[in-house]
């Protein structure tokens, strides 16, 4: 199968076993990771009911508090442009809220940042083993970096002595039906020390290895924005194909979703790589209606309106100045 109706496939079925979210495509230090699942926390529903958007880093880092409104030009470490654009996302996401004091703009938390991250998996989605690509070094790189819980390797092949050989051996190996959504755990991942620092590599060759040291400390910064991103993310690609044959549906272990499904290819579908004119199946036609935030409610503790977008908040048209 494709890699990327496979990646479809295993999100949705992580996500009917986990009680927390998932999102496809997080960048993190050196690379993109296929799929993240964030594990809550003991402040899991705080989170949910401040904004269903990603808050943005420099707004949960700034001197802002939920007590006491500060200056907005010496609340955010940043230049001023900068600035004022972190202030307007944190005011538009509902993490601020903002008020006029002579004519200067001042900002406070509309509620104090959740402790809310229990933990974070990361899954690497490879169909075929056969086509390896760059796996072995994207997976050294996970488990160097330590920046995830555990690190776990998806596969529809049938996983051989030698496959395991050259994977590290705190790596999870899953095999994985597309059909039924079963999932043989051909190896447990090994919990990796994430409270510690870490090694990014960042280059490798046969010649030479180029690396950074991590601290602990800028892991854990790093470890906050990767569950921020996700957050506010998730993996339902936001647009389906143009054309007759697709619907929106899901795998067949759950085909109530909001997925690209090809009638004619009888599967899920990559709109990118396999839609358009020279599809045999092409027939051009409105995209049909999906609606990927409900679906992400209907299966997750994710709210699309929480409570904490009712509060007041002034409107951003007023405070473009100083």
């Known amino acids: 199968m494709r890699e990327y109706p496979f990646e479809l496939a295993v999100c949705a079925t992580i996500e009917a076993e986990s009680d927390g979210l998932i999102a496809r495509q997080l960048g993190t230090h050196t690379r993109i990771v296929d799929a993240v699942e964030i594990r809550p926390g003991p402040e899991f529903e705080d989170r949910v009911a401040i904004t269903a958007e990603s808050i943005p880093n420099l707004a949960i880092e700034s001197d802002v508090g939920a007590g006491r409104a500060r200056y907005w030009k010496d609340a955010i470490d940043a230049a001023p442009d900068r600035a004022r654009e ?31 991250v229990g933990g974070l998996r990361a899954f690497e989605n490879k169909p075929d083993l056969g086509r390896p690509g760059d796996l072995e070094l994207q997976l050294r790189k996970d488990v160097s970096l330590a920046l995830f819980d555990e690190v776990i390797l998806v596969t529809e092949s049938y996983v051989t002595g030698a496959h395991l050989n050259r994977i590290p051996d705190s790596v999870g190996v899953w095999r994985f039906d597309t059909e039924t959504g079963d999932i043989e755990v051909v190896r447990a991942a090994t919990p990796l020390s994430t409270d510690e620092p870490g090694v990014a590599v960042l280059e490798e060759s046969p010649a030479r290895v180029d690396i950074e040291p991590v601290t602990a400390a800028e892991k854990a910064r790093l470890r906050r924005r990767v569950a921020e991103r996700a957050y506010g993310k998730g993996w339902r690609p936001e647009t389906l194909p143009a054309c007759s044959q697709a619907e929106a549906g899901g795998p067949p272990f759950r085909p109530d979703d909001a997925l690209p499904y090809c009638e004619w290819k009888g599967r899920l579908v990559d709109p990118a790589r396999e839609c358009g004119a020279e599809c045999g199946g092409y027939d051009p036609a409105d995209p049909p209606e999906a609606d990927c935030e409900a679906a992400r409610e209907r299966h997750t503790p994710w709210t699309a309106d929480p409570a904490g977008t009712d509060r007041k908040q002034t409107g951003l048209d007023r405070f473009s100045g100083t």
């Open 86 to 116: 972190v202030v307007d996302r944190a005011v538009e996401v509902g993490f601020f809220e903002a008020e006029r004091r002579n004519g200067r703009r001042y900002v406070r938390q509309t509620a104090r940042y959740p402790d809310w």
